[in-house]
């Protein structure tokens, strides 16, 4: 199977701030690395397809890029309601892994 | 309105067995694929098995092989998901997902259930 690891496990930040989260995969994946938002008690959100691409509906704030096996997930300018886990996902092999999440928290 | 809704859950004893179901709607069901994901209680996400439109490609978690069996019954637009030989380490809340991934090759998991508890307990 393909890792995804997922730097840092958590991070606190200010709403405003610019937050970068990072994931590598074990081997090559292209560009078919995937971004997820989960909130407590609640199931996961698209919000980042084919590395860069965003899901219809998610705030321009969000941005992703990378290629090959490093990507970045970046958040321009934090708002209250981003406080969450994030979780990258590869979807080049038929065995979509996770990497282990990101909690971003209020500082 | 896509919808995906988990039933089956509940507590079970190590070594028992159950049957997850997943119902869609909204959305032209023959034509995606699903797949079934778990989080463990304070966990992260784990894949567990998807099933292709026509149930011709199946895969597992290496953690599920032989164990557990997804299959699809497209004339009720529903996912199964039979767990058997349950382990303590299975509990976790189980969410289904569609997949676009025959109409767009490597696709995310666009659309989520709210997840259904498994808990397996003596």
């Known amino acids: 199977d393909i890792q995804m690891t997922q730097s840092p496990s958590s991070l606190s930040a200010s709403v405003g701030d610019r937050v970068t989260i990072t994931c590598r995969a074990s081997?090559?994946?292209?560009?078919?690395l995937n971004w997820y938002q989960q909130k407590p008690g609640k199931a996961p959100k698209l919000l980042i397809y084919?590395?860069?691409s965003l899901q219809s509906g998610v705030p321009s704030r969000f941005s992703g890029s990378g290629s090959g096996t490093d990507f970045t997930l970046t958040i321009s300018s934090l708002q209250p309601e981003d406080f969450a886990t994030y979780y990258c996902?590869?979807?080049?092999?038929?065995?979509?892994?996770f990497g282990q999440g990101t909690k971003v928290e209020m500082k | 309105e896509v919808q995906l809704v988990e039933s089956g859950g509940g507590l079970v004893k190590p070594g028992g067995s159950l049957r997850l179901s997943c119902a869609a709607s909204?959305?032209?069901?023959?034509?995606?694929?699903i797949n079934w994901v778990r989080q463990a209680p304070g966990k992260g996400l784990e894949w567990v098995s998807s099933?292709?439109?026509?149930?011709?490609?199946?895969y597992y978690a290496d953690s599920v092989k032989g164990r557990f069996t997804v299959s699809r019954d497209n004339a009720k637009n529903s996912v199964f998901l039979l767990m058997n030989t349950l382990r303590a380490e299975d509990t976790a809340l189980y969410y289904c997902?569609?997949?676009?991934?025959?109409?767009?090759?490597?696709?995310?998991?666009?659309?989520w259930g709210q997840g259904t508890l498994v808990t397996v307990s003596s």
């Open positions: 997902a569609r997949d676009p991934s025959t109409v767009l090759p490597a696709a995310p998991l666009d659309y």
């Open positions: 909204g959305f032209t069901f023959s034509s995606y694929s």
């Open positions: 099933i292709s439109s026509s149930s011709t490609y199946i």
């Open positions: 081997r090559s994946i292209t560009s078919y």
């Open positions: 084919s590395a860069s």
């Open positions: 996902q590869q979807s080049y092999s038929t065995r979509k892994t």
